[in-house]
């Protein structure tokens, strides 16, 4: 598609369970990007991708969150043992040339 | 500690009239700023960027305006339409253009244009 791409569109599991969130960005797109936006608040940086390294995780909140990119392409974002504060909308967001971060439509994760 | 900050949670226009939308920062070392527009369900779509070396940036119905004295930024919506009517957010990055790294967000502030 023409656009960032993310699945599931939502996800509902049981405290403790691990998720795992994925991420297509546009193609030839060499920069990635993971938010989350917790309820009423604003985006929350997570980590950034160029290619398949990740120069920046400084947002990743707990050892419990980690993520990849293979190919320079897809990016799998893998939260452990789940807990309800880590329910929020996980944002994912490509870029390339020095142009603005363009977003898919988000993954909603509800613990319960 | 919020370094971008919107202090208006919500806003109410009428059609046709003009919507500014504020955000302000604390950061000295930002020197790129977005306006990135959200409807619900949806991710936020960019709106319109300036650059630390600009104090006004325009497109279309869309301007924003810099002033890098107070920190302060802003977006007007001139004149607005009820499609218009959604959360805005305004973020900031250090190092240039928007994809060099991470964007600092503000809250969000909700516009609301009654026809």
């Known amino acids: 598609g023409a656009g960032v791409s993310q699945s599931p569109s939502n996800k509902v599991t049981e405290k403790g369970k691990d998720v795992e969130l994925r991420c297509d960005p546009i193609?030839?797109?060499?920069?990635l990007y993971w938010y989350r936006q917790s309820l009423g608040q604003g985006l929350e940086f997570l980590i950034y991708?160029?290619?398949?390294?990740?120069?920046?995780k400084s947002g990743l909140p707990s050892d419990r969150f980690s993520a990849e990119r293979t190919g320079g392409s897809v990016s799998t974002l893998t939260i452990q043992r789940t807990q309800q504060e880590d329910s929020a909308v996980y944002l994912c967001?490509?870029?390339?040339?020095?142009?603005?971060?363009?977003f898919g439509d988000g993954t909603r994760l509800s613990i319960l | 500690d919020q370094q971008v900050k919107q202090n208006s949670p919500s806003l109410s226009v009428q059609e046709g009239r003009i919507s500014i939308l504020n955000c302000d920062y604390t950061n000295s070392m930002f020197d790129y700023f977005l306006w990135y527009k959200k409807y619900p369900a949806e991710g936020p779509t960019f709106l319109i960027s300036?650059?630390?070396?600009?104090d006004k940036n325009e497109d279309g119905r869309f301007t924003v305006f810099l002033n890098k004295s107070a920190k302060h930024l802003s977006l007007h919506i001139v004149p607005s339409q009820p499609g218009d009517s959604a959360v805005y957010f305004c973020?900031?990055?250090?190092?240039?253009?928007?994809?060099?790294?991470?964007?600092?967000f503000g809250q969000g502030t909700t516009l609301q244009v009654k026809p």
């Open positions: 300036i650059s630390s070396i600009k």
């Open positions: 193609s030839g797109h060499t920069a």
């Open positions: 973020a900031a990055s250090v190092g240039g253009s928007g994809n060099t790294g991470k964007l600092i």
């Open positions: 967001a490509s870029s390339t040339n020095n142009q603005p971060q363009h």
């Open positions: 991708f160029q290619g398949n390294s990740a120069p920046d």
